[in-house]
């Protein structure tokens, strides 16, 4: 069967490759783009439309562009067109609107997809999900045993599925600016799926629907979905870049009821060096509302509060406070006096949910809310 599907002269090639393309073109000021992709259930026209915005010096497209273009319309969608993932945005020649996640690569579709959740949930898991874990790529295989696995653990030819190899092994040293990095690109998508599982259930919860067959289905997945990304990449061995990706994977374990795992997910937040004021707030108030950890909250808010009053004091006694860094806290000072004042009654300590209300009045005399509050602490 033919598969060259790109039919250009040494003379076409030759001319794109040599410079730029004017951008957008004569008579079509927007730079709008129709490229026929044949039957589709969902694109009953047959065409692809969308906007192309110049991607040099505001007046032209690029050699990688001419090409990006010439190969969907080649295809004819005859032929699947990938982009992989770590391809910039600025890169896809505003195709986004057409792109479907299937893993690691992009799929472009003849059609629109979701911007919900751009993802193919079946791809996904059959790339994700993949039967092998820990219990396979810890083991220390010689050349001859590995050899002797072709077949069964891995093939020589296409195969669906990602093999993951030594991501656990402690002894293994993984370069952080390229492996690690790289790598939460899997977690990436991991997290997509599981968030596409996750959704699906809260909609059915959020309907009085939770214990469904679909419902408990759509949880089920969410869960394997985690936990074979824990399994599969290890946070012992390959630390989440992005401490919002990893406070996510604890937010959803809460959501769906697994509190262990959102208790260990904070716990190792909570010794993270690059965690701001809000973060530490956040994380305190998980502790107190979500995980019933109040003493592990008190302490949270208790220091910041005494870090805030001492950053105070030094500003009136004349030291130099950075006004970014002073800025920051006195924006969070109300949000941090409520989670204290919250976490005290909670604990019963009344007296000193009423010393620290005082104190926010002391400042703020006509807060109705916290008069009304510390009336109510009195009684």
């Given at each position: ?17 040599s ?13 709008l ?51 992989a993932?770590t ?41 994700l ?60 998508a ?21 214990t ?58 909570m ?91 002391d ?17």
């Amino acid at each position: 069967e033919e598969t060259n599907f790109i039919h250009m002269s040494d003379d076409q090639i030759t001319t794109i490759a040599s410079g730029l393309m004017p951008w957008p073109p004569e008579g079509n000021p927007k730079g709008l783009v129709s490229i026929p992709v044949g039957r589709d259930s969902q694109n009953p026209e047959g065409i692809m439309k969308w906007e192309i915005k110049p991607t040099f010096g505001n007046v032209a497209i690029m050699v990688k562009d001419m090409m990006i273009l010439r190969i969907i319309l080649d295809s004819q969608g005859n032929y699947p067109v990938y982009f992989a993932v770590t391809v910039p945005g600025s890169n896809r020649l505003g195709l986004d609107p057409f792109l479907e996640m299937e893993g690691l690569v992009y799929r472009v579709k003849s059609h629109k997809v979701s911007r919900n959740m751009p993802i193919n949930p079946e791809k996904m898991w059959a790339n994700l999900i993949t039967e092998n874990g820990s219990e396979t790529w810890n083991k220390d295989f010689s050349a001859a045993q590995w050899k002797d696995l072709e077949g069964d653990l891995w093939s020589r030819f296409y195969k669906q599925g990602y093999l993951f190899r030594n991501l656990g092994l402690a002894e293994i040293y993984y370069f952080p600016l390229t492996n690690v990095r790289l790598l939460q690109n899997i977690r990436s998508a991991y997290m997509q799926l599981a968030a596409h599982y996750y959704l699906r259930f809260r909609d059915l919860d959020l309907r009085g629907d939770k214990t469904s067959e679909e419902a408990l289905e759509n949880k089920k997945k969410a869960l394997v979905v985690l936990d074979k990304m824990a399994d599969n990449i290890p946070v012992s061995t390959i630390p989440f870049d992005s401490k919002d990706l990893y406070y996510q994977v604890g937010r959803i374990y809460g959501e769906l009821g697994q509190k262990s795992q959102l208790k260990t997910i904070m716990d190792d937040l909570m010794t993270r060096k690059d965690l701001n004021l809000r973060d530490r707030i956040d994380f305190g108030q998980v502790y107190v509302s979500e995980l019933d950890s109040i003493e592990i909250g008190k302490r949270i808010f208790e220091d910041l509060y005494f870090t805030y009053l001492n950053m105070e004091q030094a500003r009136e006694n004349g030291k130099t406070v950075n006004n970014n860094i002073w800025e920051e806290w006195s924006a969070s000072y109300s949000k941090l006096v409520s989670a204290l004042v919250f976490t005290y009654k909670k604990m019963g300590q009344v007296e000193e949910a009423e010393l620290i209300l005082a104190g926010w009045l002391d400042r703020n005399p006509n807060d109705p809310v916290a008069k009304k509050l510390l009336e109510e602490l009195k009684e």
